[in-house]
């Protein structure tokens, strides 16, 4: 007979941890991926993500569009703050006996998935055409190109990771609900 399973663990009890089976898991290395992508993101943007041209007062390397660089801080640091608690949920998830819990997790995890997915795409586009909208004489010495390319390549890069990311939790309830009519029926 087959353990039932419910949104992806085990029904009831305490489940010990297991290292291996959680890292090599494809949520786990997309979410460790996303959080990495977020954390190139943001350090990007503060280290390197404005100038100082002849003044006190530091501009935005996109376009001198101050917006540009406090979206891509403000998603970066929101998705690497997510992504962090989603890996704790993820190492409590499989000793959770509460069905209504669970459920919960990951409407959330779909729903934020979802949500990053999109501000990411946002942000790669206006990102990408504030980076285009700048001229080579704005940035002297080409201060900050390599940071801003590479903002720009992680956001288009965080985008996959969390667009996979939402359709593991699409693929899985979908799984839940075969299951549930599967023994339902049978």
């Known amino acids: 007979m087959e353990t039932a399973v419910a949104y992806g663990a085990m029904k009831a009890g305490r489940v010990p941890f297991d290292p291996v089976a959680f890292f090599t898991h494809p949520r786990t290395i997309l979410r460790l ?87 990411w795409f946002v942000g790669f586009c206006f990102l990408a055409n504030q980076w285009q909208a700048t001229s080579p004489d704005e940035l002297p010495l080409a201060q900050g190109s390599d940071a801003a390319r590479a903002i720009i390549t992680f956001c288009f890069f965080s985008i996959l990771s969390w667009v996979c990311t939402f359709f593991i939790h699409i693929i899985m309830s979908v799984g839940v609900i075969i299951r549930q009519v599967h023994y339902k029926f049978c």
Do not use: Q
């Open 33 to 119: 991926l996303s959080w990495v992508f977020s954390i190139v993101v943001f350090s990007c943007i503060v280290n390197e993500g404005y100038i100082n041209i002849g003044s006190e007062r530091l501009l935005c390397v996109f376009n001198k569009n101050a917006h540009a660089c406090n979206y891509g801080m403000t998603v970066g640091v929101a998705c690497f703050l997510g992504s962090i608690c989603f890996l704790i949920l993820d190492v409590y998830f499989p000793s959770m006996s509460n069905l209504k819990d669970r459920k919960r997790v990951v409407l959330f995890d779909l729903i934020f998935s979802g949500v990053a997915s999109f501000l």
